[in-house]
T-cell receptor, first 115, second 118 residues
Framework: AQSVAQPEDQVNVAEGNPLTVKCTYSVSGNPYLFWYVQYPNRGLQFLLKYITGDNLVKGSYGFEAEFNKSQTSFHLKKPSALVSDSALYFCAVRDPIGGNNRLAFGKGNQVVVIP | GAVVSQHPSWVICKSGTSVKIECRSLDFQATTMFWYRQFPKQSLMLMATSNEGSKATYEQGVEKDKFLINHASLTLSTLTVTSAHPEDSSFYIC??????????????FGDGTRLSIL
């Protein structure tokens, strides 16, 4: 079964500094990887995905993520964080072969951008 | 882009009441929708997979008689929390994947329903 680990509970970063949110995954085949963001009392908004191709994926709001197969990681990055980036971030993986369309989510990371 | 609408956003009701939550795909047809439950500051827990025209598939530990799911059309799935009690208070979120574009499309989420049982 597929699974995702987000090792940190909270990430604090000063506004304007680079932001990194870590994610590692486990899946039997080639993974489909996703990042979502959640604001308070809202559903999840899709940020970006990796399916195949270039390891560096660019998404919404200036976010990008790098797929690293050898390290089974898919860390989310933003070169310069904004206060409005403060939210809960979820990494998710889907096994396209054996995962029956289900997404496995990490526990989430609270990002706090300090003005 | 693909949009999923969830209604209502907030529900406050007395213990013993049954509550229905609707999830609609607005610009695509979804043969499969997913229902999640989220506790404060925690991840999403998949409750069940809703299948259009057939029975829902429930995750282990989720009571199917407590959480009734109906997926009668390609754009609407409903979750009914029957005889709700305070321990059912939670944030419920639905999602659906737009089948157009193939299997690599992301799931799109509704805005969630905050359920508070008094």
């Amino acid at each position: 079964a597929q699974s995702v680990a987000q090792p940190e509970d909270q990430v604090n970063v000063a506004e304007g500094n680079p932001l990194t949110v870590k994610c590692t995954y486990s899946v039997s085949g080639n993974p489909y990887l996703f990042w979502y963001v959640q604001y308070p009392n809202r559903g999840l908004q899709f940020l970006l995905k990796y399916i195949t191709g270039d390891n560096l994926v660019k998404g919404s709001y200036g976010f990008e993520a790098e797929f690293n197969k050898s390290q089974t990681s898919f860390h989310l990055k933003k070169p310069s964080a904004l206060v409005s980036d403060s939210a809960l971030y979820f990494c998710a993986v889907r096994d396209p072969i054996g995962g029956n369309n289900r997404l496995a989510f990490g526990k989430g990371n609270q990002v706090v951008v300090i003005p | 882009g693909a949009v999923v609408s969830q209604h209502p956003s907030w529900v406050i009701c007395k213990s013993g009441t049954s509550v229905k939550i609707e999830c609609r795909s607005l610009d695509f047809q979804a043969t499969t929708m997913f229902w999640y439950r989220q506790f404060p500051k925690q991840s999403l827990m998949l409750m069940a997979t809703s299948n259009e025209g057939s029975k829902a598939t429930y995750e282990q530990g989720v009571e199917k008689d407590k959480f009734l799911i109906n997926h009668a059309s390609l754009t609407l799935s409903t979750l009914t929390v029957t005889s709700a009690h305070p321990e059912d208070s939670s944030f419920y979120i639905c999602s659906a994947r737009d089948p157009r574009g193939g299997h690599n499309q992301p799931q799109h989420f509704g805005d969630g329903t905050r359920l508070s049982i008094l």
